[in-house]
């Protein structure tokens, strides 16, 4: 079967278009969870060999999102609300102590091209969160957490946290995907923790990000809770019937 919304890819860098290409597909739901494909499959997608496709599925069973089924090839990595709360308690914590310990160097070796390109993410994130248009916010707000948490200058740090922010978008993707209207229900704060940042300002940074996890958190769980309680109430009429 055809992964959805593949595209050729060129041949310089294969390995990394073709993990980025499907990153893209699980962020975006197109490629749901439990999804099953083989190597020769996506190699034959994208007109490539499989020796780049499985190079570039490893990379992403190394991120969590794909799991190697022996004599079977791969699946989309199924997170449940648990692995949920893990990881926005785990990124709380990591960036608790990022804020706390290296808010203050930002202004010191901060470039004005790299305030104005977070900046510009921030501004964009906000539109998209404002307007409730989930697919131009993913983006965004991938790229404004990676680039903010960039400045303080450790790249590990980074690479954590990014890694997370991609898991949780994958478990809470198809649960936003079914509200009808977003508008109003996505945090908009990433101009002001921005602000926060730049003028060195632990406390309030802090004080943001908590309020971005646990509205996020809240969010996601009311709405796993509203399926939850649906599909109990189907099992309960069809039982009853």
């Known amino acids: 079967m055809p992964v959805p919304g ?17 990153c893209d597909e699980v962020l975006a739901g197109r490629l749901p969870a439990g999804r099953q494909f083989t190597v020769k499959e996506i190699a034959q997608q994208y007109g490539v060999s499989a020796t780049p496709v499985r190079e570039a599925l490893l990379d992403l069973c190394s991120q969590g999102l794909l799991d190697v089924e022996e004599h079977r090839g791969f699946k989309v990595h199924d997170f449940t609300i648990d692995d949920f709360r893990h990881m926005v308690d785990a990124r709380t914590m990591v960036v608790e102590g990022v804020f706390r310990h290296y808010v203050e160097k930002p202004l010191k070796t ?3 091209q790299a305030l104005a390109s977070v900046s510009r993410r921030a501004e964009e994130a906000e539109r ?5 248009d989930l697919d131009i916010l993913i983006g965004y707000d991938l790229r404004f957490w990676r680039e903010i948490c960039g400045l303080v200058g450790n790249p590990y740090v980074s690479d954590f946290l990014q890694r997370l ?5 994958v478990f809470t993707v198809p649960y936003l995907r079914r509200v009808p209207d977003l508008r109003g229900q996505l945090w908009t704060g990433h101009s002001e923790l921005t602000a926060a940042v730049t003028r060195g300002d632990p406390h309030d940074s802090e004080r943001l990000i908590a309020a971005y996890n646990a ?3 809240a969010l996601i769980e009311r709405l796993v809770e509203r399926e939850e309680s649906r599909a109990r109430n189907r099992t309960s009429e069809v039982n009853s019937s």
């Open 6 to 22: 593949a595209s050729p890819v060129k041949r310089n860098t294969l390995r990394q278009q073709i993990a980025d290409a499907l």
């Open 128 to 132: 998209a969160a404002r307007s409730g």
């Open 215 to 217: 509205h996020f958190r």
């Open 165 to 169: 922010r991609v898991q949780t978008w």
């Open 110 to 112: 901060m470039t004005p």
